[in-house]
């Protein structure tokens, strides 16, 4: 049963009617970025493809059609962190909080909307061509069929940006560990390099 493994620590679903604290928010925010930076460490020691000699053709495809999804979810992590609709869970989201609790100065707010921005700027190319166009929506002219994966070319980019963004908006830098059953623990920031 996944809730016995101790990946991660589990989050309660926010109620509707309750407005999120800051720190509710940043703490929730911090187990997202979690779970995407185990995304991507998955991610990259897949695509390494060790073993490749040795598989089979059915093996190769597997991984191939693992990968793919791996890359999606990635994408749909990211891009969903800079969702703005009401109830979502985002730094634009955070950021209000922070503003509306009074837990930001005027010149950390300024900060932070730079780089919300400039997050967004980096993540576009993502939202358009790969969200819309085939994770979240399948277009018409779109095959559903999954692809060769072919990281977006902003991914590694992307994901170090939101480290960073969440970082600035808790105003302290962030530990991320994947713990693994048996006790041994990966600090995923060193592992990824961001």
Do not use: C
Not at 156 to 180: E, H, P, Q, S, T
């Amino acid at each position: 049963m996944l809730a016995n493994v101790p990946i991660g620590r589990p989050t309660k679903p926010l109620k509707a009617h309750m407005p999120a604290t800051s720190d509710k928010i940043l703490d929730d925010l911090a187990n997202d970025l979690l779970w995407l930076l185990i995304g991507a460490f998955v991610y990259r020691r897949r695509a390494q493809l060790e073993g490749l000699p040795t598989w089979s053709s059915q093996h190769l495809s597997e991984e191939f059609f693992l990968l793919e999804a791996a890359q999606r979810d990635l994408i749909m992590r990211l891009t969903a962190l800079d969702d703005r609709g009401r109830g979502q869970r985002s730094f634009p989201a955070a950021l209000k909080a922070l503003k509306d609790s009074g837990a930001i100065s005027a010149q950390g707010q300024a900060e932070a909307d730079a780089a919300i921005r400039a997050f967004r700027e980096l993540i576009n190319d993502m939202k358009v061509k790969h969200r819309n166009a085939y994770i979240g929506h399948v277009l018409d002219e779109e095959s559903s069929t999954p692809r060769l994966p072919q990281a977006p070319a902003n991914l590694n980019a992307a994901i170090a940006a939101a480290v960073a963004l969440g970082d600035r908006l808790a105003g302290v830098r962030k530990g991320y560990l994947f713990k693994l059953p048996g006790g041994e623990r990966i600090d995923l920031r060193q592992a990824l390099g961001v």
